[in-house]
């Protein structure tokens, strides 16, 4: 089992450009997170997918921010028009079903900077 | 108030050291607490959950909850230089059991 799998590791994006940040979760698993670290800040829950659904993005920036888990292939957080603040390392999870004490399996994320 | 507010340390300790964790929580609703190990350069990984009621062991880790001072522990015994990491408490949180808050992290280097 692979794991949950982010790509690309680091991604390099000038201000004004768009980020597409893929995940793809353990096999079996149909429940997504998405995640953002900011530096010298705890992780922060942004989104919640399963398959071709958004359970919950209360945690999403209003503007520039998407997130999609379609039928198939990786789940996908968009950010439109990066700014420096973007900058953090964004990390996706999955979990077989809506998770609970037993937590998620998390990638090793995907390092957003913006020059 | 915040939610969850852990130490920030860092932490330095010798080889073979008890290592002591800590953080403190808002809300006496919480049911389970969650103790998560990041090494560097990778996602989290999950160490142990307890619920409110006690402490768990596992190991040469013990998670402890003290309900009233809301109050959340790891202790690490015969800690290892490979125990060196980022040690996240996270409480599931905003009415829901998927959402975490996590605490921002205590850096541990335990040197040989």
């Known amino acids: 089992n692979a794991g949950v799998m982010q790509n690309p590791r680091h991604l390099v994006r000038r201000r004004g450009q768009e980020a597409r940040l893929r995940c793809s979760p353990m096999?079996?698993?149909?429940?997504v997170y998405w995640y953002r670290q900011l530096p010298e800040e705890g992780l922060k829950f942004m989104v919640y997918?399963?398959?071709?659904?958004?359970?919950?993005e209360s945690g999403m920036p209003k503007e520039r921010f998407s997130a999609e888990f379609p039928k198939e292939g990786p789940s996908i957080l968009r950010i439109q028009q990066v700014v420096r603040g973007d900058s953090a390392a964004y990390f996706c999870?999955?979990?077989?079903?809506?998770?609970?004490?037993?937590?998620?399996?998390f990638g090793s994320g995907t390092r957003l900077t913006v020059v | 108030q915040k939610e969850v507010e852990q130490d920030p340390g860092p932490l330095s300790v010798p080889e073979g050291a008890i290592v002591s964790l800590n953080c403190t929580y808002s809300?006496?609703?919480?049911?389970?607490f969650m103790w998560y190990r990041q090494y560097s350069r990778k996602g989290p990984e999950l160490l142990m959950y307890?619920?409110?009621?006690g402490n768990k062991e596992d190991g040469r880790f013990t998670a402890q909850v003290d309900k009233s001072s809301k109050y959340i522990s790891l202790f690490i015994r015969d800690s290892q230089p490979s125990d060196s990491a980022t040690y996240l408490c996270a409480i599931p949180s905003g009415g829901s059991n998927y959402k975490l808050t996590f605490g921002k992290g205590t850096l541990l280097t335990v040197n040989p």
């Open positions: 809300n006496s609703a919480f049911q389970y």
């Open positions: 307890t619920y409110s009621s």
């Open positions: 997918l399963q398959k071709e659904n958004i359970i919950d």
């Open positions: 096999k079996g698993h149909s429940h």
């Open positions: 999870a999955s979990s077989p079903q809506r998770t609970g004490e037993d937590g998620y399996t």
